[in-house]
């Protein structure tokens, strides 16, 4: 094989109600709304387009590990454990359903905080190299 996958462009993240998430992920976490019709709402957050899909109740990106605890599908990342706390203290006064900051046992450490759906989502306070290298002047 000699091309290669470049990037993840798009993640589908299954909602209830696509108008109440999309104004939820606009006012809660600062996305750009870029298009909306009454299965999807298309926004731009973190460097990435979010579908947020028109879902059947009860469906979340969330998965059940193999010790039976409800994980998250994706991680976003923030430069360093003080904006990690600062973003951890905003997410609480918007009233987002947050867990405390952990301690993995790795470098940096970690929060999940969850959407309207109950869509979990992982903050992690390490920005990985390749993306410091190109991204952060």
Known sequence: MTEKLWRVGTTYIPVIDVKASADWYVSKLGAE????????????????????????????????????????????????????ESMHHDFINKGIKVGEIENRGHVGRNFVFEDLDGNKFDVWSELSPTFRKKQVK
Do not use: C, M, P, W
């Not at 899909?53 to 039976?68: L, R, W, Y």
């Open 33 to 84: 709304l870029n298009y909306h019709d009454q299965d999807k709402a298309i926004i731009n957050l973190a460097d990435q387009s979010l579908f947020l899909v028109k879902a059947k109740e009860g469906q979340t990106s969330n998965f059940i590990d193999v010790k039976g605890q409800v994980r998250f599908s994706l991680t976003f990342e923030v430069d360093g454990q003080s904006a990690l």
